[in-house]
């Protein structure tokens, strides 16, 4: 399929990550000859992150940076870094190379008009309570929205970006993606899960199982239930 890629990385405080991720995610996309652009949305990092992301634009011209003054959450980088792709299709995924990048080529084979494709975890080796965390959150998504989808909090999908165009995504938090898939079934479009065999942080500490992201998540579903209630989807 001749069709171009957008890929956006939501940024905060990454810069163990951020220049390996970029390069190695550069010569994928180059070794496949797509046409691209890749996007980080910096939300408000207070390291160093912001600097070496500037210095790759310079290298790139197929890089861009978007930043939040003040940290606003993950649903709010994703949304603005979704807005601002100009590709037929948007990829998302995290900084911090929560699987082998080499197996975007694959995963970027399979985009569809008709899809949206998004990864699931083979083989977690994260903590304990990571994994508790997740199977919670994804049996409470399954019981409220009877969504039937395994690891919807995994940041890694790639759609068509004309869905834009009939959704509105409003989380700002964890709960977005959750949101997003919702959304997109009752809007008609299908959902594939893929699996990507998943690798724990090597730097840093995962800010998805903080107390702080959980009771974010679970205020973002009791303020958007009754939005999302009477979702309509097989």
């Known amino acids: ?81 979704f807005l601002n792709a100009t590709k037929d299709f948007i990829m998302h995924t995290d900084m911090d190379q929560p699987f082998d990048l080499h197996e975007l080529i694959h995963f970027i084979s399979l985009r569809d008009k008709r899809y949206v494709i998004k990864g699931r975890r083979l083989k977690r080796r994260d903590s304990l309570f990571s994994k508790m965390c997740s199977l919670g959150y994804n049996l409470l998504i399954k019981i409220i929205f009877k969504l039937s989808l395994w690891d919807i909090d995994f940041s890694l999908k790639i759609f068509p970006r004309n869905i834009l165009d009939k959704i509105d995504i409003k989380a700002k938090g964890l709960f977005n993606s959750a949101e997003f898939y919702i959304k997109a079934l009752s809007s008609g479009f299908e959902i594939k899960e893929v699996g990507v065999n998943y690798t724990d942080r090597k730097f840093g500490k995962s800010k998805n199982s903080s107390l702080h992201s959980i009771f974010q998540t679970v205020k973002e579903i009791i303020e958007l239930y009754p939005h999302l209630k009477n979702s309509k989807y097989k």
């Open 1 to 81: 399929m001749n069709s171009s890629v957008s890929v956006v990385f939501p940024m905060y405080n990454e810069e163990d990550y951020v220049f390996d991720t970029i390069q190695k995610t550069t010569a994928i996309l180059n070794s496949i000859a797509l046409e691209y652009e890749i996007i980080i949305v910096d939300d408000g990092s207070t390291d160093k992150s912001a600097l070496i992301a500037e210095q790759l634009i310079k290298e790139n011209k197929n890089i861009r940076i978007l930043q939040h003054v003040h940290n606003k959450g993950i649903g709010a980088s994703l949304k603005t870094g």
